[in-house]
């Protein structure tokens, strides 16, 4: 083990990402998604027998894709700044496609080029895209204007925050999202350290805050001792690890991946979850009613972890599993950061740094919190009651069934 909480410095990165673009999934019945991403708050922008592409109010063409098939994720997609950045990457890329033109219906919503590749240490299908265009979509609500103690910004305007004051409704209905905002991974320990070099020296990623794998006192049952074992003998220290984009000077979100340690022993990469932007804090509690009602009417949602406010990033979040178990998260006042910010270390050995409200600011105790509920969808609660198909499907990462879909990337 070493002292460094900190990945090394490495060389100059093939390129530098600019954003997450999109989401990709497969799953068997694409009715039962379109259901959910309707609830969730995004955009269906085409529906077939095949494909459910959605997007939200940002000027991007979609940033959610399920295709029909064995539940399960497949990959993202990564923004870069020019056409060169996707020529470097089909050169020194092992596997790359070459850049070509984006096809098929995504072609048609938004144009742009891409490259593909399936990235070995974690079996996902990744994406790097350029020179997408779409119009931005009108919030159908106004900006909320807030009242602070002291400070009157509202005066003579009652606030009607989800047009439920007249009448009292006990649904207000989704949120609207404006954008994908992050991408976690959960990946076997020590190929998870590879995986987050991986991002620095192919995207030029770059870290934010990355925590030691040291036990605060009264989480040990969030670490369990093998794991922090297995942690200890890949060499590095480094059990997490906040990663932002490097636009220089230009501002970005704090974390858009976060690469964990998967804790419970599951053999392959999994996806912990995604998280969208929405307007304010009225929104995220706009989300989870929502979503609540529409569990309590028989929707298959289940809720993993909120409502809260992180202490990295300071998100306030709210996490729900859709309905094959893939957790999708609404956030918004994320903290945004340029190239000078960290990297920071995140003590764990200070139980004031990691908290004993699993590192919430406020919100569900650590007994009540989702810190087990985010390596991927074997740890939704109806996991294992699911048809012994999905379940196998979800967890692993082969795509032979998706080998078409992956092709037409
Ligand atoms: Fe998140």
Known sequence: MTDTAIMPETATPIVKAVDIAYIRFSAPDLDAMER?????????????DEVLISRGLEPMPFLHVVH??????????????????????ADAV????????????????????????VEPITGFV?????????????????RITYNHAGVDDRVGVEQDVS??????????????????????????????QAFMRFLENTFGMLVSDAARMIIPPGAEEHFPPPLVELIKSTGSDVMFQFMRMDRGAAETDHHSMLVLPLMDGTPEAQFSHAAFEVFSMDDVFRGHMHFRERAAEGAPYALAWGVGRHVYGSQIYDYWHDPYGHVHEHMCDGDRVDASYGPNTIDMTDPGQLGDNGGNQWGPTVEESGVHNLNGPQCDPRFADRPDEIRASLLSRDLSELQHVVDAI
């Open 36 to 48: 959910f991403v309707n609830d969730f708050g995004l955009v269906v922008v085409h529906r077939d």
């Open 68 to 89: 029909r098939g064995p539940a399960k994720f497949m990959g993202w997609a990564f923004e870069v700044e020019s056409e060169g950045d996707l020529d470097a990457l």
């Open 94 to 117: 092992p596997g790359c496609s070459p850049v070509h033109d984006i096809g098929g219906v995504e072609g048609e919503l938004g144009g742009g080029k891409r490259v593909h590749f």
């Open 126 to 142: 990744l994406e790097a895209v350029h020179g997408q265009q779409a119009e931005p979509l009108a919030p159908r609500r106004d």
């Open 163 to 192: 047009g439920n004051r007249y009448p009292i409704k006990k649904d207000p209905g989704p949120p609207e999202v404006y954008r994908l905002g992050h991408v976690v991974a959960a990946v076997p320990p020590g190929a998870h």
